[in-house]
């Protein structure tokens, strides 16, 4: 339902409400459903599923309608609501009793308007929350965020490279978290993670960082704590938080991660790809030098042996700068006080990371391509060079995409991982 999930918030996004509603009505008049099988070509797809034409089932897509309207207009009235959706008054009311019953929405304040009438707006309940999860290699983030993806609480533990040992730490830490919102409802865990996992059983299948491998993490954290849990790609979820909460609506642009490793989540189309295999995107283990240095996974000269954070480390290390345990961020620092060194190597890391992204820029075409990572806290001196090496040599014809870094001060991944929760119930089944 993954893919589904991008293209119904593009849905609701990129088409005039009105529009939508029409060719809904259309087909509910017709009595017959409308699949073309391209989820891509139309914005309007219901997939046959069982008795797809039955009330039961156009309710529900409307009550997804409005629970979304609701969460990017709110707060609205019920006059509002009717009108963007174009369903009628007595049809909206009915949905917004059931949403506020189910406590997804939540009444008040009261508006005024002239001539005397006071509608009353609504809004998400607040009091519905989810744990996020952002699990880095060497520190897991556990946050509670509100269904706006404002986060209330958040503590952060090591990661240990001990399989075992991670998720025991991981659930006895989700459950303090979920203890401190025990009068809330929480409404299931999402978790971003630096590597792929086999979306059928859970299991982690490919995370050269993390150094766990073949590891089922869904199971034992839905077991000791009753939530559902989802799993998420860490770029991939870059791209739901860039889709749900900062509304991109470009069909087509690419989110890259860039930290220890560096991955790349691909909105193609509006719909996001995952490949076969769900290994889409590996951009960062792409061979660049068959005699580069050895990689996590294997491999020699990939991508992210030039372009991570660790690569800009080994530079600055490589040029006979000293720092111990000197941490990225300790880099970026340095470079901001004056190191040359520091800005050498962060420069070199730039420039590789603008040949990388040609691959990118060849390969898919982008509109956009985001980056997320503490690379972008010096975006004024490192953006630029990345930008020139991506203008200079793309190929004859192709747009240069818009080259951008994220806005999320270290949040992305959790802010997708809340969307990865909340994604089933505003989606369109
Ligand atoms: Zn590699």
């Known amino acids: 339902m993954y893919g589904e999930f991008v293209q119904g918030l593009n849905y609701i996004h990129m088409q005039p409400p009105e529009s939508r509603i029409g060719q809904r009505d259309l087909l ?30 156009v309710r529900d897509v409307n009550k997804r309608i409005v629970l979304n309207l ?8 019920r006059a509002d609501l009717a009108r963007c959706c174009g369903l009628q008054r007595s049809t909206i009311s009915l949905i917004v009793e059931e949403l506020i019953e189910e ?4 009444e008040g304040p009261t508006g005024r308007l002239p001539r005397g009438r006071r509608p009353t707006f609504l809004r998400l309940n607040s009091d519905r929350v989810i744990i996020g999860v952002d699990i880095r290699p060497t520190q897991t983030t556990v946050a509670l965020a509100d269904v706006n993806g404002n986060f209330t609480s958040q503590e952060v533990i090591p990661t240990s490279p001990n399989p075992g040992k991670a998720v025991e730490e991981l659930i006895q830490s989700i459950q303090r978290i979920a203890h401190a919102a025990r009068t809330r409802k929480v409404e299931g865990i999402g978790i971003s993670l630096p590597g792929r996992f086999d979306k059928t059983s859970g299991r982690l299948v490919f995370a050269p960082n993390l150094r766990w491998c073949d590891l089922d993490l ?17 770029a991939n979820a870059c791209v739901l938080a860039s889709v749900w909460f900062d509304h991109v609506q470009d069909r087509d642009f690419v989110v890259v991660t860039v930290s220890e490793g560096i991955g790349a989540g691909i909105l193609a189309n509006g719909r996001l ?24 996974c294997g491999n020699r000269g990939c991508w992210e042996m030039y372009a991570s954070n660790q690569a800009a480390l080994r530079y600055y290390f490589e040029s006979g700068s000293r720092g111990g345990d000197l941490s990225f961020s300790d880099l970026l620092s340095r470079a ?26 060849t390969t898919l075409a982008p509109q956009r391509i985001v980056v997320v990572g503490d690379i972008t806290r010096a975006w004024h001196l490192f953006g630029p060079i990345i930008e020139t090496e991506i203008r200079d040599r793309v190929l004859a014809g192709t747009a240069i995409p818009f080259i951008q870094p994220a806005s999320e001060n270290g949040m992305a991944r959790l802010r997708g991982t809340v969307a990865l929760v909340l994604q089933k119930h505003f989606s369109e089944p």
């Open 28 to 57: 509910r008049a017709r009595g017959g459903s409308r699949d073309n099988g391209t989820l891509n070509s139309s914005p309007l797809v219901i997939r046959p599923k069982g008795a797809i034409t039955s009330s039961e089932v």
């Open 273 to 296: 790809v995952q490949g076969a295999s769900f290994m889409a995107g590996e951009f960062g283990h792409v061979q660049l030098d068959p005699a580069g240095p050895v990689c996590g």
């Open 70 to 77: 609701i969460r990017t207009r709110q707060p609205i009235s």
């Open 103 to 106: 406590h997804w929405v939540i």
């Open 218 to 234: 869904r199971s034992p954290i839905a077991a000791a704590t009753g939530l559902d849990v989802e799993l998420e790609n860490a």
């Open 336 to 361: 901001e006080h004056g190191d040359s060194r520091a800005v050498e190597a962060l420069k070199t890391m730039a420039h590789y990371l603008g040949r990388g992204m040609r691959m990118i820029v």
